[in-house]
């Protein structure tokens, strides 16, 4: 007679394999993505983050005073100054510690400007910058003859450009951009932890 005849079988005692008994294997337990040091966990979580935001929070303002610097004489955001007058009747004067100033004392350009304000019925003109030779007199303001009549001028906008260094905006926009990858390195370094632990689980 054959061993096999009332042999020990190999089967499981159950009847089956786990999978003719239609059981499924076990699953390897999900990654958990927890990184496995604690100091560089506590880094990457958490400073990073905090470092970023400051980046970003300190970047902004910085590219945009760069920015501004760079496109304000492109867009026309500043320009010579504006010169305001107003006509002055017999005994009206602004104020007793105004100022009189000569109309020769004024530059060729001023005096251009003076006219015009006086022919504009806005009484507004815009004097170049270069030939603004009286600029401390106008600031405060003065009483100026012409032709008969006297005038209260007076620098109404000096519209000045911004001065600051153009390198604004790029540093600006570095530290925005790392700011933006500081924010974003807890959730890469979560997916690359769970990623490295998948792997020692696998070998």
Do not use: H
Request: glycine share 10%.
């Amino acid at each position: 007679m054959s061993d096999d005849d009332g042999g020990p079988s190999d089967r499981s005692e159950d009847g089956g394999s786990d999978m003719e008994n239609g059981a499924e294997p076990a699953e390897d337990p999900p990654a958990t993505g927890k990184p496995t040091e604690s100091e560089e966990s506590y880094l990457l979580t958490y400073a990073a983050p905090f470092l970023g935001v400051l980046l970003i929070a300190s970047g902004i303002p910085i590219a945009l005073v760069g920015g501004y610097v760079v496109m304000q004489d492109t867009l026309g955001l500043c320009g010579d100054p504006d010169i305001e007058i107003r006509a002055l009747e017999d005994g009206d004067r602004p104020a007793s510690t105004v100022d009189e100033l000569e109309y020769d004392e004024l530059s060729e350009t001023e005096q251009r400007a003076l006219r015009e304000a006086i022919d504009s019925p806005l009484e507004e003109a815009t004097v170049d910058g270069a030939g603004l030779e009286n600029e401390a007199a106008l600031l405060e303001g003065v009483v100026i003859e012409v032709d008969g009549q006297e005038y209260y001028v007076r620098i109404a906008s000096l519209n000045s450009c911004l001065e600051a260094e153009p390198l604004l905006f790029p540093i600006g926009s570095v530290a925005i951009l790392v700011g933006i990858a500081g924010v974003l390195t807890p959730p890469i370094y979560r997916k690359m932890a769970g990623f490295e632990e998948r792997i020692q689980r696998d070998r």
